[in-house]
């Protein structure tokens, strides 16, 4: 049903800020500009997915959701959307899974710097229904441009997004079971609770669960993001220059790789930068 993760999504009050906060972070310019549906829009799309960032334009009741969203829960994450092949036959399995999807919409955008347009057809899983995570899916026949890289240290692709929920069992039977995604851990340790993780095309979603930190019918929270460089040390040095507040370089839980901490500059998205084993620069 799945065949990767599409783009998350990223609120925001300020579209300008936060689309040059991004564009330092990854090192790369926006592929896609959008205004339209009660909101500004700017893309990122990396090797494997996109990140969107999205803020309220206008008055209308679409750009009062949006404002109502940022009120609830601030800057942050809000959605991950999911890609997939056939859009009739994943509208079907989300019903027979009582997921409650939305009727299939057709959708267009238009950038605003070439004027190109891409189509899609997407549809949206009740929030309630998949544990208080804004889940959409959708299918396009179209590839979205890439982000063209400005400088050397890169940001090349997502590792992984990461859900915590204070159900474990019940998020890994939704993230399993009735998405399909294929889970490739379930570990578990004192110190740092539960880790899964579920394989979603080239990139992971880690569903995390720490003991005692909320009740167990809490909804699931939308956490942060680790994304992959080839190069770390060159990328913390281009980082710093820029003036963004990082981390050391640590040693990853996951052998041969080497991890640093970005603690500003991201809209509120909890971030870490990892080199995997074997990187080589760019």
Known sequence: M???LDHVVVLTGDITSASAAYQTLFARAPAWRNSGDGADRVLFTLDNTTL???APRGDDAAAQRVRGALVTQG????????????????HRRLERLTLKPE??????????????????????????TARGVRMFFLERQQERPLSVRTTPGS??????????TADPERAAALYGARLGLDMALDRSHPEWGRLMFFRCGDLVVEVTHRPG???ADAPDRLRGICWRVTDIDATRARLIAAGVDVSEIRTGRKPGTRVMTVRNGTCGVPTLLVQPSQGKPD
Do not use: N, Q
């Not at 800057?75 to 994943?90: M, Q, Y």
């Not at 605003?112 to 949206?124: F, H, I, M, N, Y």
């Not at 940001?155 to 915590?164: K, L, Q």
């Open 213 to 215: 930190k909320a009740e």
């Open 52 to 54: 969107e960032l999205m």
């Open 155 to 164: 940001i090349t692709a997502m590792d992984h997004v990461v859900v915590s």
């Open 2 to 4: 799945i065949t990767g």
């Open 75 to 90: 800057e942050g994450l809000a959605s991950l959307c999911f890609r997939t092949s056939d859009i009739a036959k994943t």
């Open 103 to 128: 009727p299939i919409a057709e959708v267009e955008s238009r950038d605003e710097t070439t004027g190109a347009t891409l189509s899609w057809k997407r549809t949206r899983a009740a929030t309630d």
